[in-house]
């Protein structure tokens, strides 16, 4: 089909052309009973769904090709027009689109058909080739997912760094039993201090880990953060790279000056270690976590981007769930002294927790 029989076919979406009705101002489905003599048909094509395809366009009789309500080009008679989805998805920056065929009335005439092009080989080169041989090709891969490996790589390389620092300590800082353990003896948190080497490449590891889920989000149509203007408007491995420097090193800026806030509370309330004890068990639960989350990104929702639409509601409410639960056991494990007060530490956790997640969930929507 298509194109000198170029292509084989994914899906014919000669059922889901839709028209525009002037009396309810918006796109109903067409009826061909009804809609017959309309010169104007549009149809919405998910980009999302059809990664890695192509669309093909053709018309028996001259149209204009119309995408997001803006003029394309002009499709002569009986000619195909392939347009390839990723390209179209790197362009407009959405999952769906809108194409719209003016000229002709009606849809008998219309073809609008999602394809996946397939090699056509001289016959008689084929006879000539030696079966015994495998051709393996390698698939065809986004930008993004060249640099959703290019980041797996270096978090491992930032974990085997952060180990070889110093391999006792970072054994002591992913073992459950010191975050749960409150005595006033464990001296793993009155010596781990947040300057240290350690400490900022694990703060450095969990910085990196959010900024990759953030432009994952934001890559597949689902922009947490009004960031316009700040981060790069094309998808090439080297503006995602730059995207990801930016974004690390403000996540980074602000875990920093948070820790200050935290400092400035902790000495007006009168805690003590308590405060460093917090920091170190806060990053001690976000390092799994967003560890989890980015393996699970990357190993999971990659391949299958069509997960990510079935979570996609409950996405927020997953990152929020996850800080409140975090609350809480900082709540309940960040006294190791036993001689806080129960209030100032409660009013001490609801500045430099509660009212953050606060914050970011009312820009978040």
């Keep these: 089909m298509g194109p000198d029989g170029r292509y084989y076919l994914v899906r014919d979406l000669k059922h889901d052309w839709l028209t525009f009705s002037e009396k309810y101002q918006n796109y109903v489905p067409y009826s061909r009973g009804v809609n017959e003599t309309?010169?104007?048909?549009?149809?919405?094509?998910?980009?999302?769904?059809?990664?890695r395809y192509v669309l093909l366009v053709s018309a028996t009789r001259q149209n204009y090709l119309f995408i997001e309500g803006?003029?394309?080009?002009?499709l002569a008679p009986d000619v195909w027009l392939s347009l390839d989805i990723d390209s179209l998805r790197r362009v407009y920056r959405?999952?769906?689109?809108?194409?719209?065929?003016?000229?002709?009335?009606?849809?008998?005439?219309?073809?609008?058909l999602i394809g996946h092009s397939r090699q056509v080989q001289n016959a008689s080169v084929e006879r000539k080739q030696n079966l015994s041989i495998i051709n393996i090709k390698p698939l065809r891969t986004t930008p993004f997912e060249d640099f959703s490996v290019v980041?797996?790589?270096?978090?491992?390389?930032?974990?085997?760094?952060t180990y070889t620092n110093?391999?006792?300590?970072?054994?002591?800082?992913?073992?459950?039993?010191?975050?749960?353990?409150?005595?006033?003896?464990?001296?793993?948190?009155?010596?781990?201090?947040?300057?240290?080497?350690?400490?900022?490449?694990?703060?450095?590891?969990?910085?990196?880990?959010?900024?990759?889920?953030?432009?994952?989000?934001?890559?597949?149509?689902?922009?947490?953060f009004d960031t316009a203007g700040f981060l790069s408007e094309g998808d090439a491995l080297s503006n995602?790279?730059?995207?990801?420097?930016?974004?690390?090193?403000?996540?980074?800026?602000?875990?920093?000056?948070?820790?200050?806030?935290?400092?400035?509370?902790?000495?007006?309330?009168?805690?003590?270690r308590t405060v460093n004890t917090h920091y170190v068990?806060?990053?001690?639960?976000?390092?799994?976590?967003?560890?989890?989350?980015?393996?699970?990104?990357?190993?999971?929702?990659?391949?299958?981007?069509?997960?990510?639409?079935?979570?996609?509601?409950?996405l927020l409410y997953g990152f929020v769930f996850y800080y409140v639960v975090r609350t809480l056991m900082l709540y309940l494990f960040s006294d190791n002294s036993g001689r806080i007060i129960n209030l100032y530490l409660f009013s001490y956790l609801c500045v430099v927790e509660i009212v953050p997640i606060i914050i970011g969930v009312k820009f978040a929507v």
């Excluded at 309309?38 to 990664?51: A, E, F, K, Y």
């Excluded at 803006?70 to 002009?74: G, P």
């Excluded at 703060?203 to 890559?219: K, M, P, Q």
């Excluded at 001690?284 to 999971?300: R, T």
């Design 70 to 74: 803006a003029l394309q080009r002009k």
């Design 151 to 161: 980041l797996l790589l270096f978090l491992l390389i930032l974990i085997l760094l």
């Design 94 to 112: 959405k999952n769906e689109i809108l194409l719209t065929l003016y000229g002709s009335p009606g849809i008998e005439d219309k073809k609008i």
């Design 38 to 51: 309309d010169v104007s048909v549009s149809l919405l094509v998910d980009l999302l769904q059809n990664r």
């Design 240 to 272: 995602l790279l730059l995207d990801q420097t930016k974004l690390t090193f403000t996540c980074l800026a602000l875990l920093f000056l948070k820790y200050l806030l935290m400092s400035l509370i902790g000495n007006v309330l009168n805690l003590g």
């Design 166 to 224: 110093s391999p006792s300590v970072f054994r002591r800082f992913v073992r459950p039993k010191d975050f749960f353990d409150r005595s006033n003896r464990n001296d793993f948190y009155n010596f781990t201090k947040p300057y240290t080497p350690f400490m900022v490449m694990i703060a450095l590891f969990v910085c990196t880990g959010v900024a990759y889920l953030i432009l994952f989000l934001r890559d597949y149509g689902l922009d947490l």
């Design 281 to 314: 068990k806060a990053l001690q639960m976000s390092y799994v976590f967003y560890a989890f989350n980015v393996m699970a990104f990357f190993a999971l929702l990659l391949p299958n981007i069509q997960w990510l639409e079935l979570t996609r509601p409950y």
